[in-house]
């Protein structure tokens, strides 16, 4: 079983940046894959950015260049840095943990970009 909880959420100026985090509880963290998802009003829950268990990135191509998924396996903690963000960025961003058939979501954190 793992517990994820996400923080770093908030209210930025487009342009701006944050960083999210996401703490892993329970055992093995370095053996998961972890992502961040992010769902929009009246829009399908995406895919943001993912880090394998290698260290291996894949991002959804509206955010390449301006945000970063990192890992720190000794916290176990993922982090989201997002930089110049667009009003189009708002949303409610999840942390996901997966490894062969299961997958953990955290309860969300709100980003809203706004001038």
């Known amino acids: 079983q793992v517990q994820l909880v996400e923080s770093g959420g908030g209210l930025v100026q487009p342009g701006g940046s944050l960083r999210l985090s996401c703490a892993a509880s329970?055992?093995?963290?370095?053996?998961?894959?972890m992502g961040w998802y992010r769902r929009a009003p009246g829009k399908e829950r995406e895919m943001v950015a993912s880090?394998?268990?290698?260290?291996?990135?894949n991002y959804v191509d509206s955010v390449k260049g301006r945000f970063t998924i990192s890992r720190d396996n000794a916290k176990n903690t993922v982090y989201l840095q997002m930089n110049s963000l667009k009003p189009e960025d708002t949303a409610v961003y999840y942390c996901?943990?997966?490894?062969?058939?299961?997958?953990?979501w955290g309860q969300g954190t709100q980003v809203t970009v706004s001038s």
């Open positions: 329970g055992r093995d963290f370095s053996i998961y894959g």
């Open positions: 880090i394998g268990s290698s260290g291996s990135t």
């Open positions: 996901n943990a997966w490894r062969l058939l299961m997958t953990y």
